[in-house]
């Protein structure tokens, strides 16, 4: 696999999958298919957007993100990838099939593996060498010429920081959010929120940088960890407000009424 800073524009594909309103018009939206959820933002997210989902240890973050890739190809053949800096495909696709959404005689969403890519880079001294922030835009473009691809999941930008130093991490945030949009993916970037902070992202710029924003939450009760959803922003959008409970059942996850 060759690495390198390069970016290159591409065709924006439209797709409509939403009911038209008076304040919607024009607006294509990429659903994501957790029940009850959509009707509350419009339809879903606005085909081109980048959104974080981000949360704390243990909200289902990976999960839900993966589950919008899985039904966007299932339910409407919408291509998709997924990239994991940390967790490899076998043990994504093993997961994922535990939870209800089994990846046989599925072409789609594609997993890539850079998993691997640290695993071996660092084993040779050379993972700091490497130019993540470039390289991995230029794997998107790769993938997504290759195969169609219109949606991204990205897991996760704690694990893209822990092999990348930035120098300037405002500026650099920037340019890598600015090469996704020229790269013309609907993307959702899985970030870890600081224990302690009110912020979406480890170095607080994340959350002006996206589009929008998904937050999961986990909370410990006596009786299990109960999971809650609540879209802080989505540009364009007229959203409900507020923690929602997410419950997956059976390879679905659904938003209820609190």
Known sequence: MAWSTKKTDTDKRKRTFKKKDSSDIGIKRIPTEVKGLDPKMEGGVPEGFIVLVAGNSGSMKTSLSFSILYNAYKKHKIKGMYISLEQGKESIITHIGHLGMPLKGMSNPVIIDLAKVRKDTGKAGKEEDIDWLGSILKVIKKYKDAFGCEILAFDSLAALYAVNEFDTPRKDLFYFFEGLRDIGLTTFLISEIPKG??????????????????????????????????????????????????????????????
């Open 197 to 258: 902070k009110d912020v979406y992202g480890i170095y607080g710029v994340e959350d002006f940088l996206s589009d929008g924003i998904l937050h999961l939450k986990a909370e410990e009760m006596e009786s299990g960890t109960n999971i809650y959803l609540k879209v802080v922003k989505m540009r364009q959008t007229d959203h409900k407000r507020g923690f929602m409970p997410l419950i997956f059942d059976n390879g679905r996850f659904e938003v209820l009424k609190r």
